[in-house]
């Protein structure tokens, strides 16, 4: 429902008030559009490695870690977050920024990752 201003006659004059607000309109907040963190598979970092992160960056326990290591190892990449866009960036820029690979002596950095809008 939309708001409309009044008019009004009042000795003679025509006035026009202010719409009134339209007290029916649903309050509630608006959703944040979500967005996925993605963790992108290479060949220079460990299970340990990934596992590590992922307790540390997102507190994902040892077994969660574990089969996300897998899952990224196996296809490639794998969601490590769904969350808002902010938290989103924060995160894939916390594994950019994670460093390389101790376990591995010819380890170039961090692992990729990137966020993509959840769909729907």
């Known amino acids: 429902m939309t708001e409309q201003a009044a008019v009004v006659e009042v000795e003679g004059a ?9 007290h ?3 309050k509630r907040r608006k959703k944040q559009p979500r967005y ?3 963790l992108w598979n290479d060949d220079d970092h460990t299970y340990t490695y990934v596992i590590s ?14 089969e996300l290591a897998k899952e990224v190892d196996l296809r490639g ?11 989103a960036e924060l995160k894939r820029d916390q594994i950019h920024a994670y460093g390389k690979d101790a376990e591995i002596a ?3 950095g ?6 993509e809008p959840v769909e729907g």
């Open 106 to 108: 010819d380890s170039r």
């Open 36 to 38: 996925h963190v993605v």
């Open 110 to 115: 961090s692992m990729s990752a990137s966020i």
């Open 24 to 26: 029916n309109q649903d």
């Open 77 to 87: 990449r794998v969601i490590v977050l769904t969350t808002t866009m902010e938290h």
């Open 14 to 22: 025509t006035e026009t008030l202010p719409p009134k607000p339209d």
């Open 53 to 66: 992160m992922l307790l540390e960056l997102f507190a994902h326990p040892v077994e969660k870690g574990y």
